[in-house]
């Protein structure tokens, strides 16, 4: 999963981020979502049903999360699910395809205002936020095990992660030509380094879920000036 | 599971880490460790059931994985394995049991020479080295998944982290009194994203599994470094 892919999952419910993604990147969106108007009961159900299914997966996994555990989860019967989606298949899709709106809106936010160490801190505290909730941190949880076991499921959302993973390196390579990071660091092992803090933190608030994210942020600030070597 | 658990892993081969963790801690540890003496054939055996329980357990999961199994990978029979452990949970007891050693060996690393910076990235990097076989990061990713969950056994594995977080813990305050790393920092905080960097890299390596582990080094330098407030 993309370094800061949960983003979508607050804005998924208020709907705004879908528009502002398709706005800011030219990654392709959602049909429904390049339209920018409010969404139809048609997209709600369908909406409604991909939430089950995350809790469905973050539970018991991509493989043993059934249908029919997905129309208990959703309240709907399978003649009404199929209507929105015809498989598991299908829907694990339609998952992987909002990860992609995910990456456009952090590689969005991560050619915002301010300094790179001050974006990263954002995008990170951001992210953290988002997937803070079980079925999100959860679900992430199952897609790393996917990717660890490099299965065709892994690699497709591998491949989203690679993606964010340019806009960053092309974001810290500007800085170090600007001057603004050490100019001597490796930039594909500092990236290993950051996608795996913003993994390991992720995970940790799973585990430890009455620590305050808040209290993170000024430690986060100081690990990505510490790795970036910004003054 | 603990931070540095892993170390006993290569070690467990070797069969050199059982006696010094009892030289070095005051923790309990297997009674045949205590003798430091060479392993009987049964001791051997033990280990090779152990070995082939865990790349089970990576592979399957801990609920997934059945004794069948384990009996396949150790090609032994079920008669034979039973000998040395009569039921899965056994098995997992003694899998535990192992992670009460690597945290008396990682408490050890802890109170080192050096400064605590090089001290925790020693321990951290010797944590990754020892992570890196798919069976062992495969293991982990398995731990923290129960962790999550909050099952039974995922608190088993939490006890023992809480031993290694809280030797963490005493080692910081003493820096912070010796004026050794920044003493406005709150040490919960900073241990909750140091351990998250730590099972974030070990995550991340299983993922990108042609990445250097060596390179990764000075930057871990850097990133505790920061963390820690450290001249």
Redesign the interface.
């Known amino acids: 999963m993309d370094a800061c892919s949960a983003i979508r999952y607050e804005n998924d419910h208020s709907l705004s981020l879908h528009g502002q993604a398709s706005m800011n990147s030219s990654l392709p969106v959602d049909s429904y979502a390049s339209a920018a108007t409010l969404p139809t009961a048609h997209d709600q159900r369908r909406m409604h049903v991909l939430a089950a299914a995350r809790t469905c997966f973050a539970r018991s996994g991509f493989h043993g999360a059934s249908m029919q555990q997905i129309c208990a989860e959703a309240q709907m019967s399978p003649g009404a699910l199929y209507r929105y989606y015809p498989s598991k298949e299908a829907i694990i899709e339609a998952i992987a395809e909002e990860e992609r709106i995910d990456a456009a809106a952090c590689v969005a936010a991560l050619h915002g205002e301010g300094s790179l160490v001050d974006r990263i801190t954002a995008v990170g505290m951001e992210y953290l936020r988002q997937t803070l909730d ?1 079925d999100t ?2 679900l992430m ?1 199952e897609i ?2 996917e ?3 490099n299965t065709a499921l892994g690699q497709r959302f ?1 491949e989203i992660e690679a993606e964010v993973r340019r806009a960053f390196h092309a974001a810290l390579l500007r800085a170090q030509e600007d001057g603004e990071i050490d100019p001597g ?2 930039i594909d ?2 990236l ?2 950051l ?7 992720v ?6 879920d009455d ?1 305050d994210i808040e ?2 942020e000024p ?2 600030r ?6 970036l ?1 910004a003054p």
């Open positions: 079980p941190g959860g949880v790393w095990s990717s660890i076991r591998h660091i490796d092992v500092v290993t380094v996608f795996a803090i913003g993994d390991g933190l995970m940790r608030l799973q585990i430890e620590a209290t993170i430690y986060l100081r690990v990505i000036k510490g790795l070597g």
